[in-house]
């Protein structure tokens, strides 16, 4: 592991530690994100796993690179749609990207490639419909819940079953993360996403930022609707988002200053290096090769 990485994964394994009261090893619940979010958490689930601490991981059974492992128990609740269906909802999604430069979060948000988001965003319901899975989770005294929080799924489970809960994430959509943190985002300085604008920025270029932070409020909560939805029907109540996002104890965030800019981030947070999606094999080793005068 980079430097960065393992600061992150120590500060992990000392959270584990404390929160099964120092007896060693402990019990892991794991609800992970499909694609290559999964590919970049998985690495650290591995290693949690042979230093000893029990991991369960729950997934959908329709996902991208979800693969079991001997190291971890896997836990696969149904869907109500096939891979066919999230493959071809990708690949609009991908095309409309490509084809057709967002120029606001409305178009980036609310285009013709919505329903990827909508598959992404419903599978926890599908979770908590299986009543022989969530007794299971309720019965097992979970001592944490790692978790990526782009689809709200594991912050989810981890307020419904009354669990502390780790972060391992990129980053999040709207302005949930800093609201939900508490942490200070001032939109003279911190660029929103999507913008491609740095922590320099002219005054016209501010004004745009504040515009689109204004816009991240009118168009959020109805990009997010199925999840409030999903909240509202597991607790019997209205649940604002920004309650999911205060929740977690510890912020594992894959990325850097030197990727992003520099920012207010609360003492939660630990940065872990940037995206590394699947670890590769090593170069091969080349000769030198002579060249003739």
Known sequence: MAPAALT???????WLLLTSGFAGAGKLLVVPMSGSHWLSMRVVVEKLSQRGHEVVVVMPEVGWHLDKSPNYTVKIYSTFYTMEDLDRSFK???????????????????????????????????LFNDKKLVEFIRDSSFDVVLTDPFDMCGLIVAKYFSLPSVVFARGAFCHYLEEGTQAPSPVSYVPREFLGLSDTMTFTQRVRNQIFHLEEHLICSYFFKRVTETLSEIFQKSVPLYDLYSLPSIWLLRTDFVLDYPKPVMPNMV????????????????????LSP
């Open 271 to 290: 940065f872990i290096g940037g995206i590394n999606c699947e670890q590769r094999k090593p170069l091969s080793q080349v000769g030198h090769l002579s």
């Open 8 to 14: 992150g994964f120590l500060a992990l394994c000392a």
């Open 92 to 126: 609009l999604f991908l095309n409309s990207q490509w084809k057709h430069q967002p120029l606001n979060l409305y178009s980036i948000l609310m285009g013709p490639a919505f329903d990827v988001f909508e598959y992404f965003f419903s599978h926890c319901k599908s």
